[in-house]
């Protein structure tokens, strides 16, 4: 029986041998998908379900159409390419400090839920990143504020630093 994971690698090489590029290797799979690195210095995201596609293209058109390639010293990928039919695209690999992974970013208004869970969030949040939070805060202010944009997935793997926290 196929995987979820073979789609994904089946669109991904698809769109590649449309765009003319390589796929190297496989940087990542998750509930959203797959990522893969290629020889252009691009990444390949291809998606398991339409709707996370859908928000993380969303918010890198509108970080593209406001130009912008940093948020508070952290590094955003540039949309380089996508493709709707295949649920897949293509960004820009960028170093660290980096903010990346829009999939559970809305546009314009947050989902709305229950009451408590998003109180528990910032708390987990808090927690995560500890002396980090109000840089984080700020991160999330920015990216509300200027572009309209609610991010939800904020881990230490999607929001990174280059120094150790401090004490």
């Known amino acids: ?5 073979d789609d994904t690698d089946e669109r991904a090489s698809r769109y590649a041998a449309q765009r003319s590029v390589r796929i190297e290797y496989r940087l ?3 509930r959203d998908g797959s990522v893969y690195s290629t020889d252009q210095a691009t990444a390949i995201k ?6 996370p596609y859908r928000r993380e293209l969303g918010c890198y058109q509108r970080l593209q159409a406001h130009g912008v390639s940093e948020i508070a010293g952290h590094n955003v990928p540039e949309l380089c390419g ?5 649920c897949v695209i293509e960004i820009g690999i960028v170093k660290p400090p980096y903010l990346l992974d829009f999939a ?3 546009l314009d208004r ?3 839920f229950p009451e408590g869970v998003l109180e528990s969030w910032y708390d987990e949040r808090r927690e ?7 840089h984080v805060e700020t991160v999330l202010t920015l990216l509300r504020r200027r572009y309209g944009i609610h991010l939800l997935d904020i881990h230490p793997g999607n929001i990174t ?3 150790p926290p401090a004490a």
């Open 1 to 5: 029986m196929a995987s979820p994971a």
């Open 28 to 30: 990542g799979f998750g």
């Open 46 to 51: 291809a998606y398991l379900r339409p709707d």
């Open 82 to 86: 996508w493709h709707d039919e295949l």
């Open 104 to 106: 559970d970013g809305y």
């Open 110 to 112: 947050p989902p709305e």
């Open 128 to 134: 995560l990143f500890g002396p980090r939070w109000p």
């Open 161 to 163: 630093f280059v120094d």
